[in-house]
């Protein structure tokens, strides 16, 4: 209960970010691209994996062998 008067005393105080614009630092901004980077080539990454297990050779070496394609 105590974690809930502090929020909203952070909300509500004459410091809050709430009436101001909000701004990112330099160091926020880097990290944040770096970060949408990395999560970017990781779906990236996966979406090629599941191509290629699907659709690459070894998938058509596969239903060759068994006679399915």
Same mark, same amino acid.
């Given at each position: 209960?105590?974690?809930? %008067?502090?929020? %909203?005393?952070?909300?509500?105080? *004459?410091?809050?970010?709430? $009436? *101001? ?11 944040? &691209?770096?970060? $949408? ?10 979406? &090629? ?21």
């Amino acid at each position: 209960m105590l974690h809930i %008067f502090i929020l %909203f005393g952070s909300i509500t105080g *004459k410091s809050s970010v709430i $009436d *101001k614009p909000f701004s990112y630092t330099h160091h926020q901004r880097v990290t944040g &691209l770096i970060f $949408d980077g990395l999560i970017i080539l990781a779906l990236v990454t996966w979406a &090629l994996v599941v191509w290629y297990r699907n659709f690459g050779p070894g998938a058509r070496r596969r239903a060759a062998a068994a006679g399915t394609s």
